[in-house]
């Protein structure tokens, strides 16, 4: 007799989906699941009696045990042995991928994935390195180490310089007025959005690879990106896709805007109608592993850790209380349930639009930002932050667990990389006697604004900083009969004698010069005349920028991240020399056999093409 005991079975009929809620996190289930429509997941479950908060359209079976007779088990046995044997035969990779996935995770520094390695589930970052080919050196070649600029470099193989999305945001002169990088007044929200879908990715310069695969397939090719954030997902989408959709944190749906279509599909009305937000929303954040698997910081406030929307530092985290009545959902994606919810609207996507149901190349673009979240609220050395990264790696481990069985490995080629890390907070460098601090940029134009104001008489010589640009008011300057290259350069000149900055240049330099190599190189990489300052600054080591009340830390370091290839045709292979992140677009258009984008300045990585 083969049995489990002291179990139980929870069957789920899901109609057109069975990702909808993805109960399996939540009731720590070993999950064996359907890629047929109408989807049933079934689940053995370490649980007894009704599980808590399960809605009332789902069925609950409880059973002791699984009884079988020992023929029926050998009989089945053999067939499911025959089964795999027929299905390995098969398992011949297409010509090129049928699907594509890209994630890209804010903030996945790689010392966390060594560092805390050894608590992960084998089946999800573990799994990418084990199978797939691992690139330890992934390189950020430009001075604008922000999440934008980094996300249009993955997608178009090029450097600001050339794609034009030097930062976040950035001084417009026309306007004078700083605007965000996606912000287009043209167009508007759609999906019973709260606030303004003032979108596009119009302010991109050139193509993307996936815009280029659009036009290779003469348009028949899916494009879909999703994020919590509307300028990821947008940036990430370039010119062609057919959707992007993000997170509205005020009604709890997903959302888009009218520069896709004039309505959500109808698939995503359904999927916000569930209301799953109110289920996460319920869920206290508690540690999902004991105690004693967390490294701990002795003294959290100096490692920059702070409340989290109420007195205390420390679990649990009770979101129902957290909630804001105007803002009632802002706190999901600053928690884990935020990414595990991302995941399920991404399988949703994928089944609902039919990607890679085909010979015709899809593409599924995804960016997760709880790292960079919990770190920047609580600190990198936080238990909250480790146990971000632990429920990252289960949602990753379930994603490509649905991926192998819904299409098959072999047919779906997946990277997976980072926008980039956060440095040490200054606070937590400070006591550890390490070098390390914060510039203030009021205190910067402040004491720029007192030099010109003494070398060249009263005047309001600055316009704006931002994103580590200085813009001069070049109206007085000319007014004044100065030569802009002479004010730019006595900048330079009292700048560097600032002890937060390293290094400082004029934009007359990076537009006529040309610099082979080291920090100037970085800055003229990210140069882009149109929208870049007069005076570029970089940092010292370990140095972040001030935050303001309204705004986070922006301030990336200048460090590497890993990048992985998981999928379609790829060996197991561990890359150590250094690879460019421009390099993912040429690398990724080589495999679909068309030319790299427009623009692209990167190179094929030749140890991944097979």
């Known amino acids: 007799m083969v049995y489990v005991s002291d179990t139980s079975i929870l069957l789920i009929q899901l109609g057109e ?34 599980p808590k908060n399960l809605p ?81 050196h992934l390189r950020y070649d430009y001075h604008s180490r922000q999440i934008l600029p980094t996300l249009a470099s993955i997608v178009t193989g090029a450097n600001p310089a050339q794609h034009g999305i030097i930062a976040d945001e950035w001084y417009d002169r026309l306007s004078q007025q700083t605007r965000a990088a996606c912000s287009d007044a043209n167009y508007s929200g759609i999906g ?19 815009d280029e695969l659009k036009l290779f397939t003469e348009l028949q090719s899916k494009l879909i990106s999703i994020a919590p954030e509307a300028p990821a997902a947008i940036t990430m989408g370039a010119h062609t896709a057919d959707f992007s959709f993000w997170f509205d944190s005020y009604t709890g749906n997903w959302v888009s805007n009218t520069f896709y279509e004039t309505k959500l599909p109808s698939w995503v009305e359904k999927f916000n109608g569930k209301k799953l937000p109110e289920l996460y929303q319920s869920k206290s954040w508690e540690p999902i592993y004991p105690a004693f698997k967390y490294l701990k910081i002795l003294n959290r406030e100096n490692a920059g850790e702070k409340a989290w929307g109420k007195s205390s530092k420390d679990f649990p985290y009770p979101l129902e209380k957290l909630r804001n009545t105007d803002h009632p959902y802002q706190h999901l994606f600053q928690t884990p349930y935020g990414n595990t919810f991302l995941f399920d609207f991404a399988m949703n996507c994928l089944i609902e639009e039919s990607l890679g149901k085909d010979e015709i190349t899809d593409v599924l673009l995804i960016n997760s930002s709880i790292l960079r979240e919990v770190e920047e609220n609580f600190s990198p050395h936080s238990e909250e932050l ?66 010109l104001n003494a070398t060249y008489g009263p005047g309001e010589w600055i316009e704006a900083y931002t994103s580590e640009n200085i813009y001069l008011n070049r109206e007085l300057i000319h007014a004044a009969n100065l030569s802009l290259k002479e004010v730019q350069e006595q900048s330079v000149s009292i700048l560097e004698e600032m002890d937060a900055v390293y290094s400082a240049n004029t934009a007359s330099n990076l537009g006529n010069l040309e610099y082979l190599h080291g920090v100037n190189r970085s800055m003229q990489a990210s140069y882009y005349p149109k929208r870049s300052g007069d005076v570029f600054l970089e940092l010292k080591p370990n140095f972040t920028v001030k935050a303001n009340p309204y705004r986070k830390v922006i301030r990336y370091a200048p460090a590497n991240s890993y990048l992985y290839w998981w ?38 990585i030749q140890e991944i093409i097979p």
């Open 567 to 604: 999928g379609w045709k790829m060996k197991r292979n561990k890359i150590i020399r250094p690879v460019s992140v421009c390099d993912i677009a040429p690398s990724l258009a080589e495999m679909l056999q068309m030319n790299a984008p427009n623009g692209s300045t990167g190179d094929v």
């Open 17 to 50: 989906s069975f990702t909808d809620g993805k109960y399996r996190e939540r009731l720590k289930t070993h999950t064996i699941f359907s890629p047929f429509k109408p989807a049933f997941f079934l689940s053995l479950c370490e649980c007894r009696g009704r």
């Open 386 to 451: 480790q146990d971000a990264l632990f429920r990252l790696d289960q949602d990753l481990a379930y994603f490509l667990a649905f991926l192998d069985k819904e299409y098959g490995k072999e047919n779906v080629l997946v990277f997976l990389t980072s926008t980039g890390v956060l440095p040490h907070r200054a606070s937590f460098l400070k006591e550890q006697q390490l070098p390390g601090g914060e510039l203030d940029p009021d205190r910067l134009v402040t004491l720029l604004k007192a030099y």
């Open 192 to 210: 019973n959005t709260a606030y303004s879908g003032n979108w596009s990715p119009n302010n991109m310069a050139i193509p993307g690879v996936f």
């Open 56 to 136: 009332d359209n789902i069925s609950f079976v409880p059973v002791k045990r699984i009884i079988m007779n020992p023929n029926q088990f050998f009989l089945s046995f053999i067939l499911a042995l025959s089964t795999l044997s027929l299905t390995a035969q098969n398992k011949i990779a297409p010509t090129k991928p049928k699907l594509v996935v890209g994630i890209v995770v804010d903030n996945l520094n790689p010392e966390f994935i060594e560092k805390y390695g050894s608590y992960f589930d084998p089946n999800g970052f573990l799994k990418l390195a084990a199978e797939g080919t691992q690139i330890r």
